[in-house]
């Protein structure tokens, strides 16, 4: 079955000005509509993005990149607008509109300064900023084959309070990520962290803030990327490259039900894949689908039922196909081609 897609806006990105993260730095599941980090030569740029599709003022806010001749780096802003947080291997800072700095957390080093690996979020009640860093490095040499010393034990997962950077919650992961990224839960009090070792494997972690501490939980496949939460908050989707989506139950991470991309996809020649899904709303997941091929013209993108994990059918665009699809969870998801962002909807 076809599914039509339906415009539902366009807007261009002007002066170069590029979409910050991969693959969009568009903050969803908080009340209000969504916003979007841009980054704009040295600033970073926080946008409305109703306002920004519908071509009105849109500017939240802008900040100054604390490390404007890097390019590796992470931002999150607090729901306000008023605080942005950046990181990488080196620290996390907080700054204001205005260029202040608010406090800074330096961590351990670990990579080149061409390089990050770490990842930041601010709490949906803007008190907390979560936080992936290095561990403390090793210490010792290898002897003979074998290590004399004290070894890496692994990233550590911060919680700062986001008005001061006073360390409130730490706990050490036991992985050295390559890459990885924040998705809080629907409930505000729950963060989820996707962390990829490389060859090592991909890890999903899920923490909360309690009283005596940072209570940490690992789902126990170590080769899953964490795609999305339900606005229930009562599942997650996850994604085990490259051919499986999964539903997890929450918090057990229980999987419920399976979609292979060969069941929702059979092209004439070749073999079907993932490249990520996500909720367009409570009752709808959208799909990218593509050949090992991984040519842009082979991408496909499929609706399927959100509960039972059904296949509802290919989504159809009134122009050339798209790379990649990313859902706002409120009807519509956007794509991109070139200095464009579409938005869409479909029927």
């Not at 040499?141 to 360390?167: C, I, K, M, N, S």
């Not at 972690?205 to 939460?229: A, F, M, P, S």
Request: some cysteine.
């Amino acid at each position: 079955m076809e599914i039509k897609a339906v415009p539902a806006g366009r807007a261009h990105l002007r002066n170069a000005a590029r979409v910050v993260g991969p693959p969009w730095a568009v903050e969803v599941g908080r009340a209000g509509p969504p916003r979007m980090l841009l980054r704009e030569g040295t600033s970073l740029e926080l946008h409305n993005l109703d306002a920004f599709f519908g071509a009105q003022p849109s500017l939240i806010s802008a900040f100054a990149v604390p490390w404007p001749d890097e390019e590796s780096w992470e931002a999150a802003v607090s729901p306000d607008g008023d605080v942005g947080v950046f990181c990488n291997d080196e620290a996390v800072r907080a700054v204001t509109p205005t260029g202040a700095v608010l406090w800074e957390h330096h961590g351990h080093r670990r990579h080149s300064r061409k390089e990050n690996r770490s990842s930041c979020r601010v709490s949906d009640d803007g008190r907390h900023v979560w936080a992936m860093v290095p561990g403390p490095p090793s210490s010792g040499v290898w002897r003979d084959g074998a290590f004399d010393g004290t070894p890496y034990q692994g990233d550590e997962w911060l919680v700062l309070a986001a008005d001061t950077g006073r360390v409130v919650a730490r706990e050490t992961l036991g992985c050295a990520a390559v890459g990885g990224g924040h998705l809080p839960h629907a409930d505000g009090r729950h963060m989820g962290l996707g962390v990829g070792e490389g060859q090592d494997g991909l890890h999903v972690y899920w923490g909360r803030l309690e009283e005596d501490g940072l209570r940490v939980w690992k789902h126990e496949d170590d080769y899953r990327i964490l795609l999305g939460v339900h606005p229930s908050g009562l599942s997650y989707l996850s994604y085990a490259p490259p051919d499986e989506i999964a539903w997890h139950s929450f918090p057990g991470g229980l999987i419920m039900r399976r979609l292979d991309a060969a069941d929702a996809w059979r092209p004439a020649s070749g073999e079907a894949y993932w490249d990520g899904a996500g909720y367009v709303d409570a009752d709808t997941v959208i799909a990218t689908a593509t050949l090992y091929a991984e040519t842009p013209q082979d991408a496909r993108h499929i609706l399927i039922d959100a509960v039972s994990g059904q296949v509802r059918g290919e989504v159809r665009y009134p122009m050339s196909a798209h790379e990649s699809a990313y859902p706002l969870g409120d009807g519509t998801w956007l794509t991109a081609e070139g200095d464009t962002l579409f938005r869409w909807t479909y029927r």
